[in-house]
């Protein structure tokens, strides 16, 4: 049974740092590039960030240029998400989320088959 | 970026009922075209990829269709588990974005 579980979620003040993780279980982790995506009542479900199986491919929503880091640790079948200079805007839940497609060494039309719970992650001073 | 746009937000319809839900992108997108099912609490699901493949283990009364810029999803006998939140996805290009959502209620 394919699981993903969020953690590192919290309550932090504009300008702060947190890194999410997600732990996952019943599948090849390597095989799947994977994603977060957040979710707000007001702005709806937002791609944030990806990164392809072998871990060498990155790519973000412009609104997390610069400030997050996606990277993932195949050894520990973890993905991590760092996040820097947090705003506001940032305050959502955020999910970690499995590609549907084999993929390894790129980035290639994201599907997501498998979700996570979700850790909140509120900005506020 | 693609935008893409859901109508209608929210609708009602009673049990049995067949209900249809499209979502427009603002650019081609081919058929890289992805629905969710969300419920209250609980992560989105995915129930259709790539426009029209349905996902094991979705009920069959689940559809869809389209390509280009214009996609629909339709539920046929809806029973009173399909009461969520439904979301389209373009899979096309990065950034890869949402629709804005459409409620269903059932009666």
């Known amino acids: 049974e394919v699981q993903l579980l969020e953690s590192g979620g919290g309550l932090v003040q504009p300008g702060g740092s947190l890194r999410l993780s997600c732990a996952i279980s019943g599948f090849t982790f390597s095989s799947h590039a994977m994603s977060w995506v957040r979710q707000t009542p007001g702005k709806g479900l937002e791609w944030v960030s990806g990164?392809?199986?072998?871990?060498?491919?990155?790519d973000y929503a412009d609104a997390v240029k610069g400030r997050f880091t996606i990277s993932r640790d195949n050894s520990k079948n973890t993905l991590y998400l760092h996040m820097n200079n947090l705003r506001v805007e940032d305050t959502a839940t955020y999910y970690c989320?499995?590609?549907?497609?084999?993929?390894?060494?790129?980035?290639?039309?994201?599907?997501?088959?498998?979700w996570g719970r979700g850790t909140p992650v509120t900005v506020s001073s | 970026d693609i935008q893409m746009t859901q109508s209608p937000s929210s609708l009602s319809a009673s049990v049995g009922d067949s209900v249809t839900i499209t979502c427009r992108a603002s650019q081609s997108i081919d058929t890289s075209l992805n629905w969710y099912q969300q419920k209250p609490g609980l992560a989105p699901k995915l129930l259709i990829s790539s426009a029209s493949s349905l996902q094991n283990g979705v009920p069959s009364r689940f559809s869809a269709s389209g390509s280009g810029t214009g996609f629909t999803l339709t539920i046929n006998n809806l029973q009173p588990d399909d009461s969520a939140t439904y979301y389209c996805q373009h899979s096309y290009t990065s950034p890869y974005t949402f629709g804005q959502g459409t409620r269903l209620d059932l009666k």
């Open positions: 989320a499995k590609d549907l497609r084999i993929t390894v060494t790129v980035i290639l039309s994201l599907s997501f088959d498998h």
């Open positions: 990164v392809s199986g072998s871990g060498d491919v990155t």
